[in-house]
């Protein structure tokens, strides 16, 4: 979706404001946001909250600080998969009872999985459909949902950088349409290619992408 | 209708035993986009964020002990002291510099790191030839098992929008201003690829040992948005 979320290029945002000494977070509700987006074993794929995110109109997006902006995709993607209701969020009274038979992770179980993470590489055979030092495209499209291609980088031509492997392809995953891994790469665009002869000669930026993205140049 | 299920919801957490701060906004009107019903949510986030975690744990959905351990380990157990123990260690054994930035991955599960948003790391090396610097402009990505969770600055819509057109200005903006002969690489991490910087080494740091190096490299510095000095001041 060409939202707000796909900044890159913007010019009118401003300096970038430096904290001195800032503390890993602001105020205790973010410590429990935090935690709570992390706990969770939602009815979603992995990735939904920031799919949900980005389809937080504009104004709002730009309006809230960032953890409440994950307060925001947590609460809508319970209540659309089902989990609580919004009148509970309202009210913060549970009306369900105890959701029997979810796994809960438990205090001990934090730090395996921390450790652990969440991998989204795939042990899967998938031919990798351009090479390193290969000339690319990066398709032009503009789809209404979630995608990984930045709109910078739509349409312009870059050299493949590296072969990070077959990942899961967020693109699709996010939509409820599967896994659908492939390869994913390092893809160079020149500074000049992306910004305009004005840029720095030298100068470029790396974009990951995925096989789906890309077209041979 | 928003007084009393604000009341409703200051009752029943105040009878929690939670700590209830007056709405900063009552007269914000929200709008959720899916009818009229969901306008007059309580827009506190402190307010709305105990409401929700009382639902959960009620409803059985999470383990009250479980977040206290998340916001235990991601408050102060990981952060750029992790990262730092990377760098110095990559400045002191060269074999070390070379594996990681061949399969920083696997490098850095030599030293105990990797995990969550760090499960596919990517090490590039400033020299004095190449600068890298790293951003998410989509969304926030950062390596937290190596620089624990990033600064407000880093997912800022200044940072993430101007660090791919403009890197040279936002780095002035650190104090960093690099000559036309050096080579800018902006890494925008769109996929699950987690990036980290590898600083060059401070000059005249010769005599210092390893913990020492450690000891001078920011978190800024591995975002590649400062350089490693001897003369550190200290950042956050």
Known sequence: MNGVHDMGGLQDMGPVRVEKNEPVFHAEWERRVFAMVEAVDGDWPEGSGRYQRELIPPTEYLRM?????????????????????????????????????RKVLRAGEVRPAIAGGFPAKRNVPAVAKFHVGQRVRAHNINPVGHTRLPRYARG??????????????????????????????????????????????????YVDLWDDHLESA | MTTTRRDLLATVLTAAGATVTASRSDAEPRNHGEGADHQELPSDPALRTKALESVLVARGLVD???LDTLVEVYEHEIGPRNG?????????????RRRLLDDGTAAIRELGYGGEESEHLVVVENTDRVHNLVVCTLCSCYPWALL?????????????????????????????????????????????VRYLVLPERPAGAGKLSEAELAALVTR??????SRVTLAHEARA
């Open chain 1, 65 to 101: 600080s960032y953890y409440e902006r994950w307060l925001r995709s947590l609460s809508e993607l319970l209540v659309k998969s089902g989990m609580v209701t919004r009148t509970e969020l309202e009210t913060g009274i549970a009306e369900g009872g105890n959701t029997k038979g």
């Open chain 2, 84 to 96: 730092a123990r990377v760098v110095a260690h990559a400045w002191v054994d060269d074999a070390y």
């Open chain 2, 148 to 192: 624990g969770l990033p600064p407000v600055w880093y997912k800022s819509a200044a940072y993430r929008s101007r660090a791919v057109i403009d890197p040279r200005g936002v780095l002035k903006e650190f104090g960093l201003e690099l000559p036309a002969d050096i080579e800018v690489r902006a890494w925008d991490s769109t996929a699950e």
């Open chain 1, 156 to 205: 312009r031509q870059g050299t493949i950088a590296r072969d990070h492997g077959v990942f899961v392809f967020n693109d699709s995953l996010v939509q409820g349409r599967g896994e659908k891994p492939q390869h994913v790469y390092s893809v160079r665009f020149a500074a000049r290619e992306l910004w305009g002869s004005d840029a720095p000669v030298s100068d470029s930026v």
């Open chain 2, 220 to 225: 800024d510095a591995m975002i590649g948005v």
């Open chain 2, 64 to 66: 009250r002990a479980a």
